[in-house]
């Protein structure tokens, strides 16, 4: 089955760095393209990044534009987000995200989201 991990978060001062990791089984990785998405309490999920299949391709919410970076490495089938210079406002939970076409459905697949909390 479609499995989806993250991982990296935690504490981490504004200005400082933190690289967010998504471990994915259960699908072909390198076939599908891949997101991040956060969410803040009191607030609804939003889209962070995205990148295609090959990692040839990327975009991101303005809102983090020059300072988060997303990236792929199909080999380990890992995706990744550098968030550099974060901000208090990045405070949320981030979730990694598939849309997998297995059998006859296609189906959104979520990690278990990892909490990153900015703060000096």
């Known amino acids: 089955q479609v499995q989806l991990v993250e991982s990296g978060g935690g504490l981490v001062q504004p200005g400082g760095s933190l690289r967010l990791s998504c471990a994915a089984s259960?699908?072909?990785?390198?076939?599908?393209?891949m997101n991040w998405y956060r969410q803040a309490p009191g607030k609804e999920r939003e889209l962070v990044a995205a990148i295609t299949s090959a990692g040839l391709s990327t975009n991101y919410a303005d809102s983090v534009k020059g300072r988060f970076t997303i990236s792929r490495d199909n080999a380990k089938n890992t995706m990744y987000l550098q968030m550099i210079s974060p901000k208090p406002e990045d405070t949320a939970v981030y979730y990694c995200?598939?849309?997998?076409?297995?059998?006859?459905?296609?189906?959104?697949?979520w990690g278990q989201g990892t909490q990153v909390t900015v703060s000096s």
């Open positions: 995200n598939a849309l997998v076409a297995l059998g006859g459905d296609i189906d959104d697949y």
């Open positions: 259960g699908f072909p990785f390198s076939n599908y393209p």
